[in-house]
């Protein structure tokens, strides 16, 4: 088990940007899943985008193109650069660790608004 803290969320201007961080602390096993998911208020979670140990990514159809995952050179780190933001993307967006275990961060607050 791991636990998750994510950091980077704001107020932004529609067509601004936005990087959010999450650091796992703990030990995930060799093959792994990270990502991201967000909440926005009345609506369910949905899938942002997530990347295996190996590299693989998949992203949510409403974030593709504008929003982009990578990891930091620091183990068990991700990012999430989002570009190009508009109020639709306001949400709760939670960090999430799957190996063995499936382990949610607290979230961080994104709203987009002018």
């Known amino acids: 088990q791991v636990q998750l803290v994510e950091s980077g969320g704001g107020l932004v201007q529609p067509g601004g940007s936005l990087r959010l961080s999450c650091a796992a602390s703990?030990?995930?096993?060799?093959?792994?899943?990270m990502g991201w998911y967000r909440q926005g208020t009345g609506k369910q979670r949905e899938l942002v985008v997530t990347?295996?140990?190996?590299?693989?990514?998949n992203y949510g159809d409403s974030v593709k193109g504008r929003l982009t995952i990578s990891r930091g050179n620091v183990t068990n780190t991700v990012f999430l650069q989002m570009n190009n933001l508009n109020p639709e993307d306001t949400a709760d967006y939670y960090c999430r660790a799957r190996d063995a275990d499936d382990d949610w961060g607290q979230g961080t607050q994104v709203t987009v608004s002018s």
């Open positions: 990347i295996t140990s190996g590299g693989t990514t």
């Open positions: 703990g030990i995930l096993s060799r093959f792994y899943v």
